[in-house]
């Protein structure tokens, strides 16, 4: 219990996360890009913000919630998707007051589902966010999409598809309710109990079930494409319009409903083709309803989730090797007296800019050595009693055997140089 994290949970192992961080980098050059700027959330909000936000008819909210009540006996929830809390903020601190669109991402946030874990879903996964707030155009859906399919495609990502739909809006969507219940009616004795909930509370999620036999069931379900009112086929016409202007290929997929309450009109998923089946890597949609719902504003917005530990995971899959920097860039060794030497060479090295270490842990000059191959320094510095005496230090590569003496004021300069 002690060393074991909980389930669902995965640490990111210092030798890991350079893998983070180099996405982490790829995805706030993209971000910016687009004019997009971060914005830093709470990890917990209060949980009727979700109830409102997310809607209590979904999943999420019905049984995945991290819910808890705190001291002050206030009812808080850890963040199960981050478009809710992003919507609190830019309403608490009137960001709507500023010219629009107001755009802004959100990178690394922590996303508590109590989800079963398996391949792909954890309990507290990653997600890099992105909300656009103020702009109604379909141009709005169409950049975030691209955004989303130039950066994974950009990381190398294979087999990358998109899937677009439109889920209409409160005008057009009860005609379809009606319709998909009619459809949904005579099959509901097969569903699953879950869809059989759904069908009660929100049919549309029926389309959304994991369960094969569901599926099969909805196969041919009314499409909510031939329902849409004139202003949401106008705006997804547009939408493809601006793909097919960037050349991107997409499917039209109308079973996309995705799995929160909030959307309106365009609905979208960047998925793979993995040995396991189709995985979504990216996902999300416009939601023009829920600044209002949550606030006074009437704004619409558009956004997109994307899952760290998919993408990597994905990564894995189509063996895509990331950069990783070394530890170090020189590794100092020393003869037992010359610790203190070597101690400040290890300063001044870090002063020029070098990522340089000693040893810490009392090892003999042999153990040094083999202690700095093993951190995969290409470079090691030697003071031993000769180079103490002349004040210099000898630089070793380790993998050309290649060696140099020089002055210590001189040795930044000679490392830049035999490092390249
Ligand atoms: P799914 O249909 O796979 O359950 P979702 O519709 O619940 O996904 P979103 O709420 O749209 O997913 O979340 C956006 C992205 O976050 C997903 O596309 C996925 O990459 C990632 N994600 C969602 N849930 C998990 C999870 N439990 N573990 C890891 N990543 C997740
Ligand atoms: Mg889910």
Same mark, same amino acid.
């Given at each position: 219990m002690?060393?074991?994290?909980?389930?669902?949970?995965?640490d990111?192992?210092?030798?890991?996360?350079?893998?983070?961080?180099?996405?982490?980098?790829?995805?706030?050059?993209?971000?910016?890009?687009?004019?997009?700027r971060?914005?830093?959330?709470?990890?917990?909000?209060?949980?009727e913000?979700?109830?409102?936000?997310?809607?209590?008819?979904?999943?999420i909210?019905?049984?995945?919630?991290?819910?808890?009540?705190?001291?002050?006996?206030?009812?808080?929830?850890?963040?199960?998707?981050?478009?809710?809390?992003?919507?609190?903020?830019f309403?608490?601190?009137?960001?709507?007051a500023?010219?629009?669109?107001c755009?802004?991402y959100?990178?690394?946030?922590?996303i508590?589902?109590?989800?079963n874990?398996?391949?792909?879903?954890?309990?507290?996964?990653?997600?890099?966010?992105?909300?656009?707030f103020?702009?109604?155009?379909?141009?709005?859906d169409?950049?975030?999409?691209?955004?989303?399919?130039?950066?994974?495609?950009?990381?190398?990502i294979?087999?990358?598809?998109?899937?677009?739909?439109?889920?209409g809006?409160?005008?057009?969507?009860?005609?379809?309710?009606?319709?998909?219940?009619?459809?949904?009616?005579?099959?509901?004795?097969?569903?699953?109990?879950t869809?059989?909930?759904?069908?009660?509370?929100?049919p549309?999620r029926?389309?959304?079930?994991?369960?094969?036999k569901?599926?099969?069931?909805?196969?041919?379900?009314?499409?909510?494409?031939?329902?849409?009112?004139?202003?949401?086929?106008?705006?997804?016409?547009?939408l493809?319009s601006?793909?097919?202007?960037?050349?991107?290929p997409?499917r039209v997929?109308?079973?996309?409903?995705?799995?929160?309450?909030?959307?309106?009109?365009?609905?979208?998923?960047?998925?793979?083709?993995t040995k396991?089946?189709?995985l979504?890597?990216?996902? *999300?949609? #416009?939601?023009?309803? +829920? =600044?209002? %719902?949550?606030g006074?504003q009437? !704004?619409? /917005?558009?956004?997109?989730?994307? $899952?760290?530990?998919?993408?990597?995971?994905?990564?894995?899959?189509?063996?895509?090797?990331?950069?990783?920097?070394?530890?170090?860039?020189?590794?100092?060794?020393?003869?037992?007296?010359? *610790?203190? #030497?070597?101690?400040? +060479? =290890?300063? %001044?090295?870090?002063?020029?800019? !070098?990522? /340089?270490?000693?040893?810490?842990? $009392?090892?003999?000059?042999?153990?040094?050595?083999?202690y700095?191959?093993?951190?995969?320094?290409?470079?090691?510095a030697?003071?031993?009693?000769?180079?103490?005496?002349?004040?210099?230090?000898?630089?070793?590569?380790?993998?050309?055997?290649?060696?140099?003496?020089?002055?210590?004021?001189e040795?930044?300069?000679?490392?830049?140089?035999?490092?390249?």
């Amino acid at each position: 219990m002690l060393t074991q994290a909980p389930r669902g949970t995965k640490d990111v192992l210092p030798a890991e996360s350079y893998r983070w961080q180099f996405l982490e980098k790829k995805m706030r050059e993209a971000a910016a890009l687009a004019g997009y700027r971060e914005v830093r959330t709470p990890v917990f909000e209060h949980t009727e913000l979700f109830l409102r936000g997310v809607g209590d008819t979904t999943d999420i909210v019905q049984k995945e919630m991290y819910t808890f009540r705190d001291k002050g006996d206030r009812s808080i929830t850890l963040k199960p998707e981050g478009t809710a809390g992003a919507v609190r903020c830019f309403l608490e601190h009137n960001l709507y007051a500023d010219a629009l669109p107001c755009k802004m991402y959100y990178l690394n946030a922590p996303i508590f589902r109590y989800e079963n874990p398996q391949s792909g879903r954890l309990r507290e996964h990653h997600q890099f966010g992105l909300e656009c707030f103020g702009a109604k155009e379909a141009t709005a859906d169409a950049e975030l999409i691209l955004l989303a399919y130039r950066l994974l495609q950009d990381l190398g990502i294979k087999n990358l598809s998109v899937e677009i739909n439109s889920i209409g809006c409160p005008s057009c969507r009860p005609v379809y309710h009606t319709r998909l219940k009619e459809y949904l009616g005579g099959k509901l004795s097969q569903m699953c109990e879950t869809c059989r909930e759904r069908f009660e509370r929100n049919p549309l999620r029926v389309l959304d079930c994991k369960e094969k036999k569901c599926q099969e069931l909805t196969k041919d379900a009314p499409s909510m494409l031939d329902l849409l009112c004139d202003e949401c086929r106008g705006h997804f016409d547009q939408l493809k319009s601006c793909l097919e202007q960037a050349g991107i290929p997409y499917r039209v997929n109308s079973r996309i409903v995705r799995g929160l309450d909030y959307y309106t009109k365009t609905v979208f998923e960047l998925v793979t083709e993995t040995k396991d089946g189709k995985l979504t890597v990216c996902g *999300g949609g #416009r939601y023009d309803n +829920l =600044v209002g %719902q949550i606030g006074e504003q009437d !704004i619409p /917005a558009v956004g997109f989730g994307m $899952g760290l530990e998919r993408v990597l995971m994905l990564l894995d899959a189509d063996g895509i090797v990331l950069p990783k920097p070394p530890q170090y860039d020189v590794f100092v060794t020393f003869m037992g007296a010359h *610790g203190l #030497r070597a101690f400040a +060479l =290890v300063q %001044q090295l870090r002063a020029g800019g !070098i990522r /340089a270490d000693l040893d810490h842990c $009392g090892r003999s000059l042999k153990a040094q050595f083999k202690y700095a191959n093993k951190t995969g320094a290409p470079l090691t510095a030697v003071i031993g009693d000769e180079e103490a005496a002349g004040g210099t230090v000898k630089l070793k590569n380790m993998a050309g055997g290649e060696e140099r003496t020089v002055p210590v004021s001189e040795v930044c300069g000679a490392v830049r140089n035999m490092i390249g």
